[in-house]
């Protein structure tokens, strides 16, 4: 593994994985405080299944679905030119797997706490670990529309 991406993917698990102890520390379970009122708080929430609850108190599914897809990605990771944003991208998505992987290994739950609340929707609660999620998969969506998966110079799909 490209050691950027490494350094990266540490960053990535380590920051998620303070904040969320942080969180733990000074918020008891349910408890919502608003940082801008009504649009953002902070509330101290545990999913017990994947993206919007998805698969719900189905622990070792997600856990075994989340190796095969690191796995998978490790593969695929060396398709993709090197540069930064597949850099970033790639050390944001394994560092984002780790942190919420972590989380089900050791309590059986991912703990969520930004909770967004706008115009009366209220969007699931999430973590740095999913904002490192997402952001990856929109930095690689790039990346394939600009042919970047396509290392040495091999003939893009597009014709």
């Not at 993709?80 to 944003?85: L, Y």
């Not at 394994?94 to 992987?101: E, K, M, V």
Request: net charge positive; charged share 15%.
């Amino acid at each position: 593994m490209n050691k950027k991406i490494f350094y990266l993917a540490i960053l990535t698990l380590i920051c998620d994985q303070l904040v969320k102890v942080i969180i733990d520390l000074n918020f008891r379970f349910g408890q919502s405080v608003s940082v801008i009122k009504n649009i953002f708080y902070i509330t101290n929430y545990h999913n017990h299944g994947a993206a919007w609850g998805l698969l719900n108190n189905q622990v070792l599914v997600i856990i075994i679905a989340t190796l095969i897809l690191g796995a998978v990605i490790y593969r695929f990771m060396y398709c993709f030119k090197s540069n930064w944003r597949n850099t970033l991208a790639f050390g944001l998505l394994i560092g984002g797997l780790a942190g919420n992987l972590l989380d089900r290994l050791f309590f059986g739950y991912v703990r969520d706490f930004i909770d967004l609340r706008v115009v009366n929707f209220y969007y699931p609660i999430f973590n740095i670990a999913d904002i490192a999620l997402v952001t990856s998969v929109v930095l690689l969506i790039i990346a394939i529309f600009k042919g970047e998966d396509l290392k040495n110079g091999a003939k893009s799909r597009k014709k």
